[in-house]
């Protein structure tokens, strides 16, 4: 799922975005991300969850934006600095993408066979918590994502 740097058949890196959020941090892998863009109000849906911010329009398609905080349960926040990141679906539903509100640039991060787990409660969308350099980091749970999304009746 992450890029990886190979030297003699063994794993030497990982290669990763770090993604900042109102209450945590995520890190994905590169090729989940299509693209990041500026904030946008997304369009309002009738009778949606909180934590679907709307409608937004990508490339000429409707993407479904999320708070991936208040889906897990915290309130929304929108910063000064706040952006989208626009997801690759991974296959798993109808949905080609769906768009997360993030609070700034992503950092690219270099993840090696040192990458150590640590041990605090997750939410509901997450998979695990990683210590990445002074941060931990949350590795989300997209196929959740992507159900959550469909039994919400959004796709």
Known sequence: MFEQSVRNGRRT?????LLALGDRCLVLPNVAVAE????QAGAPAEHSPPWLLGWIDWRNQRVPLLS???????????????????????GGSRL????????????????????????VPLAPLELAAVQVGEQVARVPDL???ERL??????V
């Not at 990041?36 to 904030?39: A, F, P, R, T, W």
């Not at 999304?149 to 959004?154: I, S």
């Open 96 to 119: 080609r993408f769906v768009a997360i509100l993030v609070q700034g640039i992503p950092r690219s991060c270099k993840l090696d066979s040192q990458l150590n787990y640590v041990d």
């Open 68 to 90: 991936f905080e208040a889906a897990c349960g915290a309130p929304v926040k929108v910063g000064e600095r706040a952006r989208i990141v626009v997801l690759n679906a991974l």
């Open 143 to 145: 196929p959740a994502l």
């Open 36 to 39: 990041l863009i500026g904030y």
């Open 149 to 154: 999304l469909e039994d919400a009746g959004l």
């Open 13 to 17: 890196s990982l290669t990763g975005l």
